[in-house]
T-cell receptor
Framework: GESVGLHLPTLSVQEGDNSIINCAYSNSASDYFIWYKQESGKGPQFIIDIRSNMDKRQGQRVTVLLNKTVKHLSLQIAATQPGDSAVYFCAENIAGGSNYKLTFGKGTLLTVNP | DAGVIQSPRHEVTEMGQEVTLRCKPISGHNSLFWYRQTMMRGLELLIYFNNNVPIDDSGMPEDRFSAKMPNASFSTLKIQPSEPRDSAVYFC?????????????FGPGTRLLVL
């Protein structure tokens, strides 16, 4: 889930398990969403995106699900590996707004135990 | 390929000092962004340049912050005077497609600590 305070929500999984990271967004006018991965000491890295006319999109080992009714987004990582350990956050772009502007969530820390 | 390059990677300074952060975008990219990341506020857009021209600086916190892009391969973000609340990680990102969100590539960031 998303952080509302000083501490990031955390998810700890065993290597090989599937991970599900959740994100709630607030603006019903948002029509484009991106999941980013941020490893320690690095900048955010694009993982996968989805537009509001879709409810599911799959990439390599990752799937993003979008539920517009409840304004919820999730990132599923299959067969989680130690290299997946990072902070993951979602970002939204508002339809009709600037196409360069994203509103970022505060992130979830994923820890993969070997 | 060299990605976005930022310097310094770490900066520790005292309150009241001037701080200059530097960014070299990916060659050929015509859009550049400065972001600030804190635990409290997450990642926030400070300013966006397109073809070296500032397009949106609505995220710049106050007059103590200024950004320049004198040419296509270099940008600076300056804080003068710095304050402890400016402590954060500052990211530069660049894009080749008019700044569209899905095409922004982030640099490694500059971790700033103002004492």
């Amino acid at each position: 889930g998303e952080s509302v305070g000083l501490h990031l929500p955390t998810l700890s999984v065993q290597e090989g398990d599937n991970s599900i990271i959740n994100c709630a967004y607030s603006n019903s006018a948002s029509d484009y969403f991106i999941w980013y991965k941020q490893e320690s000491g690095k900048g955010p890295q694009f993982i996968i995106d989805i537009r509001s006319n879709m409810d599911k999109r799959q990439g390599q080992r990752v799937t993003v699900l979008l539920n517009k009714t409840v304004k919820h987004l999730s990132l599923q990582i299959a067969a989680t590996q130690p290299g997946d350990s990072a902070v993951y956050f979602c970002a939204e772009n508002i339809a009709g707004g600037s196409n360069y502007k994203l509103t970022f969530g505060k992130g979830t820390l994923l820890t993969v135990n070997p | 390929d060299a990605g976005v390059i930022q310097s310094p990677r770490h900066e520790v300074t005292e309150m009241g000092q001037e701080v200059t952060l530097r960014c070299k975008p990916i060659s050929g990219h015509n859009s550049l962004f400065w972001y600030r990341q804190t635990m409290m506020r997450g990642l926030e857009l400070l300013i966006y340049f397109n073809n070296n021209v500032p397009i949106d600086d609505s995220g710049m916190p106050e007059d103590r912050f200024s950004a320049k892009m004198p040419n296509a391969s270099f940008s600076t973000l300056k804080i003068q005077p710095s304050e402890p609340r400016d402590s954060a990680v500052y990211f530069c990102a660049s894009s080749s497609s008019g700044g569209r969100v899905e095409t922004q590539y982030f640099g490694p960031g500059t971790r700033l600590l103002v004492l």
